[in-house]
C-alpha cells in the first residue's frame, strides 16, 4: 500500500537478521566469506543478539554512517577495503565523540597479529574458528551490563507491536480516508528518517539537548501511527538527555533503529478492511 522504498533503506549490503529479531544494540560483522558471515551470525543469534553483514571496509564505513553499532567484529583482510583500513577511518570520523569497539577476528595466527591489530586502532582479538564462549565473553567485555535479549521472547513483541501500527493505520483509513492515510504514513516514514538521522547527529556532536528534542518531537508522531514502541524508546531518550548527557543514547538509538524497521515493514503490509 505505501510506497517506503525512497524512505528508508538499510545501511548494508546483506541483511542477514530474521524478521522481528531485535536486541540492546546492533552488532556488526565484517566478513567477506559467506560462509563465515553465516556461522558468525547464526553464533550471534544465539546469544541473543542482532547482527548486520558488510562484505568490506567500504559497506563497513557505509553502514556505521547509518546505525549506530554497538560493537564491530572487525575480518582483518578483506576485497577493496581492508579491516585495518577501514578501523583507521572509523576512529578518524569517530574522534573524540565515540569509540565503538572493534573487535579483529582473523584467521592469521601468526606471531605479533594480535599486537597488530591493537596498534591498528581494534580493541580485541578473535582467531577463526571463533568459538560461541569465546565470543560471549569477548563482546561482554566490551559492552559491559548489556546483556543480549533471547529472540523468542521479542518475535512475540514484535507481533504485538505489528498488530498495533496496522491497526492505527487502519483508524486513520477510517478518519481520514485511505488517500490522506497514505499521505500521512509516507510522510512519517520519510521524517521518521530525517529525525534518526538527526539524533545520530546530536550523538555525535554530544549535544544532549538536539537528542532531547528531536527525541521529543519523534515521539508524538510516533503516536500517531501506533508505533508503541518507538514511542516508549523516544521517551528513554528524552528524559535521558534531558539531563544533559548523551551516556546510554547510542543503545537505545540502536534500538530504535531496529523498531522502525518493524513499523516501516507493518505498513507496507498494510491493507485497509
Known amino acids: 500500500m505505501f510506497n517506503t ?35 558468525a551470525v547464526r553464533l ?13 571496509g567500504l559497506e563497513v564505513l557505509e553502514a556505521m554512517s547509518r546505525v549506530t553499532y554497538m560493537v564491530v567484529l572487525m575480518d582483518c583482510h578483506m576485497p577493496e577495503m581492508d579491516g585495518f583500513e577501514a578501523t583507521a577511518e572509523i576512529r578518524k ?10 573487535i579483529a577476528v582473523t584467521a592469521n595466527a601468526m606471531y605479533g597479529e594480535r599486537e597488530r591489530c591493537l596498534a591498528g586502532g581494534m580493541d580485541d582479538y578473535l582467531s577463526k574458528p571463533v568459538k560461541q564462549e569465546e565470543l560471549a565473553a569477548t563482546i561482554k567485555r566490551w559492552l ?45 516514514l520519510d521524517d521518521t528518517v530525517s529525525q534518526l538521522s538527526a539524533l545520530r547527529e546530536g550523538l555525535t556532536r554530544l549535544d544532549a539537548r538536539a537528542v532531547a528534542r528531536t527525541a521529543h518531537s519523534l515521539k ?18 528524552e528524559n535521558l538527555s534531558t539531563s544533559g548527557t548523551v551516556e546510554g543514547v547510542a543503545p537505545l ?19 485497509p478492511v
Open 5 to 39: 522504498e525512497s524512505a528508508f533503506k538499510p545501511g548494508v549490503r546483506k541483511d542477514m537478521r530474521p524478521v522481528g529479531a531485535c536486541a540492546h544494540g546492533h552488532i556488526l560483522v565484517a566478513e567477506d566469506n559467506a560462509v563465515n558471515q553465516k556461522v
Open 44 to 56: 550471534l543469534e544465539k546469544l541473543g543478539y542482532q547482527a548486520d553483514v558488510a562484505a568490506n
Open 93 to 102: 570520523r569517530e574522534g573524540s565523540a565515540r569509540h565503538t569497539p572493534i
Open 144 to 188: 559491559p551490563g548489556q546483556m543480549p535479549l533471547q529472540p523468542s521472547v521479542n518475535n512475540s513483541t514484535h507481533d504485538e507491536s505489528t498488530k498495533e501500527v496496522q491497526a492505527a493505520l487502519q483508524g486513520l483509513c477510517e478518519e481520514f480516508g485511505p488517500e490522506m492515510a497514505i499521505e500521512i504514513v509516507e510522510l512519517f
Open 220 to 237: 508524538g508522531s510516533c503516536g500517531n501511527v501506533g508505533a508503541s514502541a518507538m514511542v516508549g524508546v523516544c521517551l528513554q531518550l
Open 253 to 271: 538509538l540502536a534500538q530504535l533503529e531496529t523498531d522502525f524497521v518493524g513499523v516501516r515493514r507493518a505498513a507496507e503490509r498494510f491493507k
